[in-house]
């Protein structure tokens, strides 16, 4: 398998515009073409877009406008972890010869489908993911004794980390107070226990080791990645204070990039909803099954921006097209050195994890400088 | 590069009906684990869906339904290419080393988007591919001479190759005096010019060279694959009677598998209507540039079923994100000697020319035994 870096990242502040979805794309896509030395329209041979808009024909559209007359283009699409999975995708193109460089861009509007998945009809309005969020956060408070307290603090962590990205769809912090007097939408969900969904972009251009020292001083390696699919329907996870999919794909990415967690500076995680962030943390091994609560109390307590360092999708907000790969830009800035204020010093390895539905499917990525 | 085979296909017949999208693409990927030796769902790494259908999380979807939890899932659009855009994709997992075992499925329904390119808007009614395709008419008309009699003859020929396809969505003979006489749309295009809209699914099992040992004594090796994107509008296209993307895939296609057209034994390519395949004949390399009309009415006077075996679009029906998967199974039935009546005698290397929006993108794959 040939190597493939990372070598230019584009993001678009995340709100709610009046903006069309292509001209969001084409915000994220800018920044590359500028800041990339020798890069130039004809160079891209694939150009992949991942949203959950129903827009035929997306990467061609965005091609033409972008000036770009790539080989392979096409529009990838897997609800929340739509943005991974293009990004493996460009990842295999490059790794196995077919591209030398490839251009990713995910995006999405608030008014996308994507939100509800449409297969679960039988549950009427149980199938809106805040019930599947409320049967993890039973599970973990029943096994481990999680508070509601310890929920919030993942709230307050990542709206607190949200304040110095100037990208994040949140601009103002939020108290213990705010969230755990925040609307109740079940029983041990509040509003600010969510993630916004909300208007954004992000771009990542790939591109194999020969290409990435024409392009990059500094190009940002994918030594890891790990995927899998569980199921569509979230009934199918048998353990519901724990991620299937996440253990399995996070066993892969390490396995494939020799690391470990203790090996990990930082972390993009898939907080869609606080508890979340709490159970990744477990069964990504970076504590134990059950200490989560504690591990995000302690981070808070420090001021340690190891996880989530841009404010996660709680604090900076969820365009579902866009998540996986702003996660990815997050990465690529940390390791970079170039996170400014959210800078998590000397971090070498990196570490995404993006996840649909329920953790019905997950990405995790390792990234090294 | 490691090499990829394909070693199992299904298909359903091309029809309207009542069943829904997830049901056609599980009743074309049935056959598929029923005919395969030491193949089980647990062995599939990759599931991959190709459809213009607005379907949310189509792959996990299938997945589940399939009994499968693969590492990869998600769907891919490039509305009628979309089917060999999830094949190479497929291919790229596997030939990186990321996957051993990919299936691939594709689907449509009549009622799904994608017909009309709904980004050229400013065009009214002119969005219809019909008008592109006159344009292509009146273009190789003015140019080479070609008449509307040459036209008709590859509706004649690909309906009368249809008649041996079970599959296919016409199950009756069109005589030159029918198309002659069939509802005029334009100047120069008839209804019985075009392709026939329609449900449908297609699927394909690809695996590595190791996997492929153990699943099939005759893997159809992909060797050459060529894509290009030249836009999304089609008058980005500078001469109307040639197709720029499909000659540029096809000479990448060429040059990766070592052959040319006169190694090509037969020949599945995109006639979404009859003056399309009389352009590709000729951008192919298969005869002369101005003597595509000539060819086609030669092999319909020898009874030659080289090109498009099965009927190709006009005569088995369009069902776009199955489409490109359909003729890949043509072309590995050919090449694995069964193909029943529609036999080409002794056929060792195929290829498949699967287009969309007027030749905007094409993809060229070249197939071998």
Known sequence: MKRAAI????????????????SIMLSAIKPIFENTRNLDQKDVDVVLTSTNANKNY??????????????????????????????????????SGLAETALVVGAEKTDNPGLVLNWDVSRGEFRHPIF??????????????TSLEDLAYVS????????????????????????????????NVRLLDCSMPCD?????????????MKYADNPIWITGIGQKTISASFTKNDDLASMESTKT??????????????????????DAFSVCEIIELEDMGFCQ????????????????????????????????GATGLAQV?????????????????????????????????????????
């Open 329 to 369: 830009v997050e990465i690529c800035q940390q390791l970079g050195g170039k996170a400014g204020k959210r800078q998590v010093p000397g971090a070498k390895t990196g570490l995404v994890h993006n996840m649909s539905a329920g953790s019905t499917s997950s990405t995790v990525l390792v990234l090294e400088t």
């Open 132 to 145: 599947w969020a409320s049967m993890f956060a039973s599970a973990h408070m029943r096994k481990y004794g």
């Open 7 to 22: 070598v230019a990242t584009g993001l678009t502040k995340f709100n709610k515009t009046e903006k069309p979805l292509d």
């Open 156 to 187: 307050v962590k990542n709206h607190k980390n949200a304040l110095d990205n100037p990208y994040a769809y949140f601009e103002k912090p939020f108290s213990l107070d705010d969230v755990m007097h925040s609307k109740s939408l079940t029983e």
């Open 249 to 270: 794909a996070v066993t892969d990415a390490y396995k494939m990039s020799n690391k470990n967690a203790r090996d990990v500076d930082v972390v993009e995680l898939h």
């Open 58 to 95: 997306l990467a061609n559209i965005i091609s033409e406008l972008s000036g770009i007359k790539p080989k392979i283009s096409h529009s990838v699409e897997s609800l929340c972890n739509s943005g991974t999975n293009s990004l493996v995708s460009a990842y295999a193109y490059v790794a």
């Open 200 to 212: 954004g972009s992000a771009a990542v251009l790939i591109c194999s080791e020969e290409k990435a």
């Open 289 to 320: 099954k059950g200490q989560g609560s504690k591990f995000v109390r302690d981070l808070y307590d420090t001021g340690n921006k190891k996880i989530n360092p841009r404010g996660g999708l709680i604090g900076a907000g969820h365009p579902l």
